[in-house]
């Protein structure tokens, strides 16, 4: 079975630029959740997803948002980005219920 | 606010030492511990801990959760050089609700 997918692998944008990010989950997972990973930290929380609805926001600007879609994927999007945005973003999926996610690969973004 | 702290922040051993990993947590509603190691980019999942006292074996890994005093040990022993990588260590709050609060990491390099 697939793990959790995700494009692009690495993204570069400048300052002002919007991007979008994309994920899909496990085969039977409905649940997606975003984290923002900058370089010497740990994963923070962004959002979470259960049958395309939020469940969860952790603190962080209304220039982020996310959305998922019928078939569990997801995407998350940022508006108006700014040097600090440079992350590893890392999407998991999880069935509904229990706390153990499974990461994709991450979408590496720089902001110039 | 939820926090997740872990020392130490960098360990350099030999092969086929022993090292142990801590996590001290301080999170709403807490329900689970979870340890990750990360090598490049996903981070891949090792253990959930939810029960204090039992400890989780894998192989040469190890865990165990203390509720009471809110920490847990992650144990490796006979260390490889494939055991070098970041471990995350995670905790979740209640039953259906998944956004995990995050430490910092340990470095573990294995000097062969």
């Known amino acids: 079975d697939a793990g959790v997918t995700q494009s692009p692998t690495h993204l570069i944008k400048t300052r002002g630029q919007h991007v979008t990010l994309r994920c899909s989950p496990i085969?039977?997972?409905?649940?997606v959740s975003w984290y923002q990973q900058v370089l010497g930290q740990g994963p923070q929380f962004i959002f979470q997803?259960?049958?395309?609805?939020?469940?969860g926001r952790g603190n962080f600007p209304d220039r982020f948002s996310a959305r998922q879609f019928p078939n569990y994927s997801s995407e998350l999007n940022v508006n108006a980005l700014l040097l600090g945005d440079s992350a590893l973003y890392l999407c998991?999926?999880?069935?509904?219920?229990?706390?153990?996610?499974?990461f994709g690969p991450g979408t590496r973004l720089t902001v110039l | 606010e939820d926090k997740v702290v872990q020392s130490p922040l960098s360990l350099v051993v030999h092969e086929g030492d022993t090292v142990t990993l801590n996590c001290s947590y301080e999170v709403t509603n807490f329900r689970s511990l979870l340890w990750y190691k990360q090598e490049k980019k996903a981070p891949t999942f090792l253990f959930m801990l939810t029960s204090s006292g039992i400890e989780k074996k894998s192989g040469r890994l190890s865990s165990i959760l203390d509720k009471k005093e809110l920490f847990s040990i992650l144990n490796i022993t006979a260390t490889q050089t494939g055991d070098s990588a970041i471990y995350l260590c995670a905790a979740g709050p209640n039953f259906g609700n998944e956004k995990l609060t995050f430490g910092t990491g340990t470095r573990l390099t294995i000097i062969p």
């Open positions: 998991a999926s999880s069935s509904w219920g229990t706390d153990t996610q499974y």
């Open positions: 997803y259960y049958e395309k609805e939020e469940r």
């Open positions: 085969s039977g997972h409905k649940s």
